[in-house]
């Protein structure tokens, strides 16, 4: 396996960091032991960080908020790039009136307000407003009932001819150290395969969600990707998305890559991060000058 790197000179050589959220800043426990350390570090050498995540359940306001309620104060929403703000743009862009249908939570519906637009739960279509849907959206595996909202789903799509938009991308995430949930992507893959339709996908591993946190960036300062490094701990979507996108990268093992998985699953994907890290948090005496 390569060489495993001290994360501090890393991140001591790029000007912007992108982290992933899930398996790099928190676990299923919470916040990864120490991370507090990294954003004070970032903060005192006046280093720039977003969070580029596929969580597309929440606003960004609610995401950070999460944050805070866990001790950590530096991740504020005007730091989050979510996978929800690509679909957001798509329908002001693309969709001019009529509904929006989706699936997930009343809180990840956030991201689907646009004028003109009207969003519904797909629980709330029926004979009376299926010709007036125009756009369906997964946004999360919760706040739906699997078997009956899916069931529609699937007939609401073999009906009409609309466009699906899948904003987060995930197939699956960890819930506890051993196992995993099915995420909104391996939900939206399933429906994919069976109505034979081919559907509109946000998030990493997908450029354009780099893209679209890069244009973020320079609408306000001049930046190069050689400036930047996306930290991650999954191969399939930070690592490949970055390295697509033409960062470097960093591999974590604190997250869906362990340790003693890490050398083979590199080998057998042809995934290769710039640099491996056991974590992104910094040493106690990081501070100390």
């Known amino acids: 396996m390569k060489r495993i790197e001290d994360f501090k000179s890393i991140i001591d050589r790029y000007e912007i960091i992108f982290f992933d959220a899930f398996g790099v800043l928190k676990t299923h426990s919470g916040l990864v032991p120490g991370i507090e350390r990294t954003f004070d570090y970032l903060q005192s050498q006046k280093k720039e960080y977003y969070i580029v995540t596929n969580d597309a359940s929440r606003s960004p306001g609610q995401l950070a908020q999460s944050y805070h309620d866990k001790g950590l104060y530096a991740v504020t929403a005007d730091r989050i790039i979510s996978s929800g703000m690509l679909t957001k743009e798509y329908l002001d862009l693309k969709v001019n009136d009529g509904i929006v249908a989706y699936l997930g939570t009343e809180d990840s519906a956030h991201y689907l307000e646009s004028a003109g637009l009207h969003t519904l739960p797909v629980r709330d279509i029926n004979n009376t407003n299926i010709d007036k849907v125009n756009v369906l959206v997964f946004m999360d595996d919760e706040g739906f009932d699997w078997c009956q909202d899916l069931n529609k789903t699937v007939n609401l799509l073999r009906k009409r001819t609309i466009p699906a ?113 056991n974590s992104a948090v910094l040493g106690p005496d990081v501070l100390a000058f």
């Open 165 to 277: 938009i899948v904003a987060n991308t995930d197939y699956a995430y960890p819930v506890s150290k051993n196992d995993v949930g099915i995420a909104i992507g391996g939900i939206a893959g399933m429906v994919e395969a069976i109505v034979g339709k081919q559907f509109i996908r946000f998030g990493k591993p997908d450029s354009q969600m780099f893209m679209f946190a890069y244009d973020l960036i320079r609408d306000y300062r001049q930046i190069s990707k050689k400036q930047i490094v996306m930290v991650g701990d999954t191969l399939q979507t930070d690592i490949i998305g970055g390295n697509k996108f033409g960062l470097d990268t960093v591999l974590v093992l604190t997250g869906n890559t362990q340790p003693a998985d890490a050398e083979n699953r590199i080998s057998a994907t042809g995934i290769v991060p710039t640099y491996i890290c």
